[in-house]
């Protein structure tokens, strides 16, 4: 979502609105489908403005401060941190890695973690593999 500001070139009337992406206000544009919510002119064009830019020395949100969220927050790294330690990433090769340690005994010091469709998910589980 883009937010611009536009202006009416009829009334000189400012106003902001939403748009999915900028190829989508191109598209509005050229359907002539914005127009001024003051006089309903087709005369409506992009205009200056500024940013939204968060500030370093603004405050954090409250949820930031919140000190459930800093321990879910640190949890989380934890976890992250253990299965980067203890598991190797195999990437698209799950599925043929979990048969390989499934069918070959191939075990390994480190389990495995990686991406795997939900069509090898379903047909891993359908073998009595485990994921």
Not at 13 to 30: I, P, Q, T
Request: glycine share 4%; hydrophobic share 30%; with cysteine.
């Amino acid at each position: 979502m883009i937010k611009y500001k536009l202006v009416c070139k009829n009334c000189d009337n400012f106003f902001d609105s939403w748009f999915a992406s900028s190829k989508e206000y191109e598209n509005l544009k050229k359907l002539k489908h914005i127009i001024c919510d003051n006089c309903n002119s087709l005369k409506v064009e992009k205009t200056l403005m500024t940013p939204s830019v968060l500030n370093s020395k603004k405050e954090k949100p409250v949820i930031y401060k919140n000190k459930k969220y800093t321990k879910i927050k640190n949890t989380i790294k934890e976890y992250q941190k253990f299965i980067k330690n203890n598991f190797e990433y195999v990437g698209e090769d799950f599925a043929y890695k979990a048969r390989s340690i499934h069918y070959n005994n191939k075990k390994s010091s480190k389990g495995i973690y990686g991406n795997a469709t939900a069509k090898e998910v379903k047909e891993l589980k359908e073998e009595g593999i485990n994921t």
